[in-house]
């Protein structure tokens, strides 16, 4: 499967995140999945590829140019791609991977997982998209999906277009 990783460009202040993380990648190669993600060679988008490839796996990242500095372009992947906007990376990443995957992470990664979910709902894509709530990072963002939901903003097939998980280990089952 080629799994697409929305995560942060910067490691936050945990590092057992930052090993987990890392621990994630080299499994994401051992099981034959090829990663895919924005392209950047900092934060945990880096350790993240960084961990895949040393582990033997196959690496695709997508950033648009603008971006190939700030991000600081990872040059030493299997393949990157550059593209000319946000949306052109994230239909890409749409058109490239098999499963969503959000990491903690910032304003990007919210704006890609929302993307995704979006165009899941608009059924433009069917595939999973999988939030991984590492130490309850995204509970409050559960809890107000079910508000959505509660509050008849979401359907309950809507809401259901994302699963929840608490660990790198259940993320790793789902992915078996």
Do not use: W
């Amino acid at each position: 499967m080629k799994i697409c990783v929305f995560c942060g460009s910067k490691t936050g202040f945990s590092q057992k995140l930052v090993d987990e993380v890392r621990d994630f990648g080299i499994f994401l190669a051992t099981k034959g999945h090829g990663l895919v993600y924005g392209g950047g060679r900092v934060g945990l988008m880096g350790v993240l590829a960084d961990s895949v490839l040393s582990a033997g796996g196959h690496v695709t990242g997508i950033i648009p140019r603008f971006l190939s500095t700030a991000e600081v372009a990872k040059d030493d992947i299997s393949e990157l791609v550059f593209v000319s906007s946000m949306d052109e990376r994230k239909k890409l990443m749409m058109m490239n991977s098999d499963v969503f995957i959000t990491i903690p992470g910032g304003f990007g990664s919210m704006d890609e997982l929302f993307e995704m979910l979006t165009l899941r709902q608009l059924d433009v894509h069917q595939k999973r998209n999988i939030i991984l709530s590492y130490q309850g990072f995204y509970e409050p963002l559960k809890q107000q999906m079910n508000r959505m939901r509660e509050d008849g903003f979401l359907l309950d097939e809507t809401r259901n277009l994302c699963e929840f998980v608490d660990s790198f280990e259940e993320l790793k089952e789902l992915l078996k």
